[in-house]
């Protein structure tokens, strides 16, 4: 069994009391501060007379606050569910309706009125007040084991919002992993705390950081939507860990000071979420030719990253699409065709996830839990969607999403595949391609969003470039038909591409 987050965590807190472990645009907590407020919180969270193992809705964005809510409902006993501010009324409701949760802790302003639930709120005034007179806290009954730590919602961009049901030891697991010789991170680094504590690619800074002595350089929503002041501010962060989305690492690449030469103790880059391309990858090395590139990957439903590897310059050189990585220790990777296990090496089909990393389900959905959820030998299984090979080595590649492949005039088509043959043209900075549907919902033709590597007033020219300059680099039938220009693409509040959303307005 793996060692209690709580436990370590205050082991860790003990050790570093001086050390700061939260710094948010220059608002600083160190760690015996933090470890005051999390007893204090907790002290009083014992005293609610909320059900036992009940979760916790915790509201906010980036402020200390919310690591706080979070490590004093597990030493309470509670798993908690985060939730970003600005976050879509319906969505909330949905969760609220999912979850029914024992308690709102609201770092930010909640919109209760607009809402419909009977949890007990407590707004940022009360929970100041309840931090202010620090307590001491002792339990036996923190979350333990194989009982929940986190309820993730997943984007809901297709219906409801399904909560992802997350266990201690998934978490611990995880994180170990993290802080293991796989990605070799020093203890006490400064990681950048930029995706929002609703997606599950914050786990992999906020946890490690604390069990590690580091500190939590937190970007709020509000900066990152600023260029100016993110790339003011990003040199002074003294970062040695970057985690993020390759498109995240694309926007920052737009300013000349994300570069070694600047941020000489960044060192080490950690990607999910996302596919992290040759171009991204080729840039990034040569903005910081001494850092280590990760790629991981992993859906939420097993807990953020199941499998990593280090992207060298040789990686690159012999991939057109960079591979995802080995199994992370507890886990097995596995290739499927329907109900059939594929043993053939470089065989496409779905990716299937068993071990230790695999969730309990989705909360309150057991017909959507049976559907993907499944045991393999008596081992948690999940059926993850996407499509995939793997090697006889086991590396893992990743091929896209299952419902992003499309047929198109009798061929079968993968989006990504169309994009990462568009991102071979000099031409191109970054592409996206999506389908047009008829009436019928039959695809008639593919439409390419481009950001190109510089801006033309002849769109017509430059399509006529960008389609010589493919030739013998894309299948003719993977072509696009229509070309349409952007500045930049939609993005999510996690930082990916928002590509459903690009689907969804070229087919209005």
């Not at 806290?137 to 009982?147: L, P, Q």
């Not at 859906?299 to 050189?317: N, R």
Request: glycine share 6%; charged share 20%.
């Amino acid at each position: 069994m793996s060692k209690n987050i709580i436990t370590v965590f205050e082991q860790v807190a003990s050790d570093n009391a001086t050390r700061i472990a939260y710094d948010e645009m220059g608002k600083t907590t160190s760690y015996g501060d933090l470890h005051k407020a999390v007893d204090t919180l907790a002290a009083w969270l014992s005293r609610q007379d909320l059900p036992a193992h009940s979760p916790i809705l915790v509201h906010g964005d980036h402020q200390v606050e919310m690591i706080v809510s979070f490590l004093a409902a597990l030493k309470a006993g509670h798993p908690y569910i985060p939730v970003s501010t600005g976050s879509a009324l319906p969505r909330m409701q949905s969760i609220l309706d999912t979850a029914n949760p024992a308690l709102v802790i609201a770092v930010d302003d909640f919109p209760a009125a607009k809402l419909k639930f009977t949890a007990p709120v407590v707004n940022h005034a009360q929970l100041a007040e309840i931090l202010a007179n620090p307590q001491p806290f002792t339990t036996t009954t923190m979350v333990n084991g194989d009982e929940l730590a986190y309820v993730l919602f997943t984007s809901g961009t297709t219906g409801s919002p399904k909560g992802v049901e997350v266990s201690h030891d998934n978490f611990m697991t995880f994180v170990e992993w993290v802080l293991s010789d796989a990605f070799n991170i020093k203890e006490h680094a400064n990681f950048l705390g930029q995706p929002p504590y609703s997606f599950d690619l914050s786990n992999m800074y906020w946890l490690p950081a604390l069990l590690s002595g580091g500190t939590i350089k937190a970007l709020p929503h509000n900066v990152v939507e600023n260029f100016g002041q993110m790339f003011t501010a990003l040199p002074n962060l003294d970062l040695n860990v970057f985690v993020g989305t390759p498109s995240f690492a694309d926007m920052l690449m737009l300013s000349p000071a994300f570069s070694e030469k600047q941020m000489a103790a960044l060192k080490t880059f950690m990607f999910c979420g996302e596919e992290l391309t040759v171009k991204t990858a080729t840039a990034l090395h040569q903005r910081f030719p001494h850092a280590k590139i990760y790629n991981t990957y992993g859906p939420t439903e097993t807990t953020v990253a199941v499998s990593g590897i280090e992207i060298t310059p040789t990686i690159i050189e012999n991939n057109d699409r960079l591979p995802v990585g080995y199994a992370k220790p507890g886990v097995t990777l596995s290739i499927w065709d329907g109900d059939k296990q594929i043993t053939t090496p470089g065989k496409q089909g779905e990716i299937v996830i068993s071990g230790d990393s695999v969730a309990h389900g989705y909360m309150n959905n057991p017909v959507k839990t049976a559907k993907s959820f499944f045991k393999i030998a008596g081992v948690p299984a999940y059926r993850t969607g996407d499509a995939g090979t793997l090697d006889e080595d086991g590396l893992l590649h990743h091929k896209g999403r299952m419902d992003f492949q499309i047929k198109l005039h009798g061929f079968r088509v993968e989006l990504d595949e169309v994009r990462v043959s568009l991102e071979k043209s000099p031409l191109i900075k970054q592409a996206v391609a999506v389908p047009k549907y008829n009436q019928a919902g039959k695809v008639t033709h593919l439409i390419a969003y481009v950001i190109p590597n510089e801006a033309s007033d002849d769109e017509a020219g430059l399509t006529k470039k960008i389609r010589e300059s493919l030739q013998g680099l894309i299948m003719p039938y993977m072509l696009p038909t229509q070309f349409i220009y952007r500045d930049s693409f939609p993005m999510s509040a996690n930082g990916k591409i928002a590509v459903k959303q690009m689907i969804a307005e070229a087919n209005k």
